[in-house]
């Protein structure tokens, strides 16, 4: 989804949140399929310039809609994020540790099987790979927070007074 984020990066973050369906339904239209072959569209990535433009066509319209509905799709995000962590201090439940540690070591246990000659490269493998990757980017983000959250940080730094 990488070439989501580039072409249309509000639709790509729309696509992530609890806004899925607004996301799903601006590019259906914009790209005039059907709804549920969005996915798929997205996953093949075989699109016609035209339909690149439509793509970006509808990520200003999905602006102007978040906008008039005073939606801030990161800040949605961040919430997300804030609520999962909050939860995860609140129940003290080890499910989402021993998921990061599973995940973490099937990644790269993956990756070091191919580089060593241990495994075969397959497209099975090979979506195992995508998914486990996709899946530990989102666990660096829960436990070290997004890089989107670490740049308002800075920003917020750079622009604050030192105390004396």
Not at 149 to 164: H, N, R, V
């Given at each position: 989804?990488?070439?989501?984020?580039?072409?249309?990066?509000?639709?790509?973050?729309?696509?992530?949140?609890?806004?899925?369906?607004?996301?799903?339904?601006?590019?259906?239209?914009?790209?005039?399929?059907?709804?549920?072959?969005?996915?798929?569209?997205?996953?093949?990535?075989?699109?016609?310039?035209?339909?690149?433009?439509?793509?970006?066509?509808?990520?200003?319209?999905?602006?102007?809609?978040?906008?008039?509905?005073?939606?801030?799709?990161?800040?949605?995000?961040?919430?997300?994020?804030?609520?999962?962590?909050?939860?995860?201090?609140?129940?003290?439940?080890?499910?989402?540790?021993?998921?990061?540690?599973?995940?973490?070591?099937?990644?790269?246990?993956?990756?070091?099987?191919?580089?060593?000659?241990?495994?075969?490269?397959?497209?099975?493998?090979?979506?195992?790979?995508?998914?486990?990757?996709?899946?530990?980017?989102?666990?660096?983000?829960?436990?070290f927070g997004s890089s989107s959250?670490?740049?308002?940080?800075?920003?917020?730094?750079?622009?604050?007074?030192?105390?004396?």
């Open positions: 989804m990488s070439w989501l984020e580039q072409v249309a990066p509000t639709v790509a973050s729309a696509l992530g949140g609890p806004l899925a369906g607004l996301a799903v339904s601006a590019i259906s239209k914009a790209m005039g399929i059907d709804e549920s072959k969005v996915d798929e569209t997205i996953k093949t990535a075989k699109l016609s310039a035209d339909q690149i433009a439509q793509l970006k066509l509808a990520e200003i319209e999905l602006q102007k809609q978040a906008q008039s509905l005073g939606l801030n799709f990161e800040q949605l995000a961040v919430n997300d994020r804030a609520s999962a962590r909050t939860m995860q201090a609140t129940t003290r439940s080890h499910i989402p540790s021993l998921l990061a540690i599973g995940v973490t070591c099937g990644f790269f246990g993956i990756l070091y099987a191919l580089m060593a000659g241990y495994a075969t490269k397959s497209d099975e493998l090979m979506i195992m790979l995508g998914s486990l990757s996709t899946a530990w980017i989102s666990i660096v983000a829960f436990y959250g670490s740049q308002a940080k800075d920003q917020l730094l750079y622009k604050s007074i030192p105390s004396k």
